[in-house]
Each structure stands twice: as C-alpha cells, then as structure tokens.
C-alpha cells in the first residue's frame, strides 16, 4: 500500500488549496480515508475522515470551511480547504484505515500567510 499526497503549498489567509491522496494496492471503498495534519511543537490532529459508505466527520473549526470526497475509480481522496487561516498551516497526512491498519502517506505541507 502507498499513499502519496499532493497539492500543498503557499497561500494566503482566505484562499484555497485542493489537496490529493492518490493510492496504490488498496480499493477506496473498503478503506476508511482520513486526512490529518501536523504543526511544529503540536500533536497530529484529525481533519477529516471518509467511511467508505460515505459518511464524513470533521475536526472542530473545519467542518464549515473543509470538504473531504474521494474518487473510488481514481483511487484519490480529496481535501477541498476553503477560507484559509494562519492556523491551517501544518503537514497534512492521508491515512488508510482497514480494519485498524493503518496506512500513513509522506505528508504535504500548506503555508498560510
């Protein structure tokens, strides 16, 4: 399995960034697809999870301003970030959760200045 993110990158306070999760030896749909993220000196923190039924959850401040969707034929997980903040920046994860194995990408970073 391997997971390799994509879209990272410079902003500014109120723009957007798609990032994507593109994977390999896995089927989307019988995987839970999550994103997470990473500032220096905090702990890794969800950002959002899809259930491969569909259903999403949302870490808190981000449900309004992030959309999480994935593409089962491409094999890709999305992260649509809308109204960007200082405080989104950090490396963003995607993660694969099968049955509690777990699957981690390299990580993306996303600057907001």
């Known amino acids: 399995v391997q997971l390799v993110e994509s879209g990272g990158g410079s902003v500014q306070t109120g723009g957007s960034l798609r990032l994507s999760c593109s994977g390999s030896g896995i089927t989307l749909s019988t995987y839970s697809m999550g994103w997470f993220r990473q500032a220096p000196g905090k702990e890794r923190e969800l950002v959002s999870s899809i259930h491969s039924n569909g259903s999403a959850i949302y870490g808190n401040s981000m449900k309004d301003r992030f959309t999480i969707s994935q593409d089962n034929g491409k094999r890709t997980v999305y992260l649509q970030m809308n109204s960007l903040k200082t405080d989104d920046a950090a490396v963003y994860y995607c993660?694969?959760?099968?049955?509690?194995?777990?699957?981690w990408g390299q990580g993306t970073q996303v600057t907001v200045s």
């Open positions: 993660r694969a959760d099968c049955g509690g194995v777990l699957y």
